[in-house]
């Protein structure tokens, strides 16, 4: 969350870790955006509930059952500034993939009403899964998209590189020279990521896996096409 937010720029919930107890253990907190300081609460729907996705069927992947291209569709029908918010949204999976969040589901999305406007909310739940699990790439089961053609990579590893995300930038509506910009921000590492991950808790073993993990990330990412 604080490398989204301090290296990326990328709007978040306030967050930090406080220690308690008598084994000293580490609670993560995160302040609520979608409540005012007179206590009113803003309207959020997550994009399960926005997609009406759920468990009423006893589907328990019912948050898994989609694809991002889903999500992008129901921001451009649902909020006017969608050009922004779409942008917004892109550089999020963008940094899923890159810091290998594959637990990025319907749920870990939301709009939220801001006066008369639905927006996208801020990012939450942003965290390395790859430190604890194997997973997959992606969280969504239809993956970035079915209506874009996969790179040689993709097709041939079963992992995106740039050109599949550049692909789908397009295709859900967003401009070349943005959609470039975006991706040069995640070729490379930035210093200041490793001095965050650096400084955090992990233990010493685990802040190398850490920047390991990101490193073979983005070697994947720009990988030709």
Not at 39 to 57: H, P, R, T, Y
Not at 82 to 88: G, I, Q
Not at 191 to 214: E, H, M, N, Q
């Amino acid at each position: 969350m604080q490398i989204a937010s301090q290296v990326y720029g990328i709007a978040t919930a306030l967050n930090g870790l406080c220690f308690s107890g008598k084994h000293n253990r580490a609670v993560y907190l995160t302040r609520r955006f979608d409540i005012l300081p007179d206590g009113s609460k803003l309207q959020m729907e997550d994009f399960a509930s926005v997609l009406g996705s759920s468990d009423i069927l006893g589907d328990k992947y019912y948050k898994y059952n989609a694809s991002y291209e889903d999500i992008a569709a129901s921001i451009k029908q649902n909020v006017a500034a969608w050009k922004v918010d779409l942008e917004r949204f892109f550089e999020l999976l963008v940094f899923n993939f890159i810091y290998a969040n594959g637990d990025a589901h319907l749920k870990n999305f939301s709009l939220i009403r801001q006066g008369s406007d639905l927006r996208l909310a801020p990012a939450y739940d942003l965290i390395n899964t790859s430190l604890h699990i194997n997973g997959d790439d992606f969280a969504l089961t239809g993956g970035l998209s079915s209506n874009i053609n996969k790179s040689e990579v993709y097709c041939n590893t079963a992992h995106p590189c740039r050109v599949d995300f550049k692909s789908f930038g397009l295709h859900i509506g967003l401009r070349d020279v943005r959609v470039e910009r975006l991706l040069d921000k995640y070729s490379v590492l930035p210093p200041k990521a490793i001095t965050l991950v650096g400084r955090s808790f992990l233990d010493d073993k685990s802040k190398r896996l850490y920047l390991r993990i990101v490193g073979e990330r983005i070697a994947r990412f720009n990988r030709a096409g």
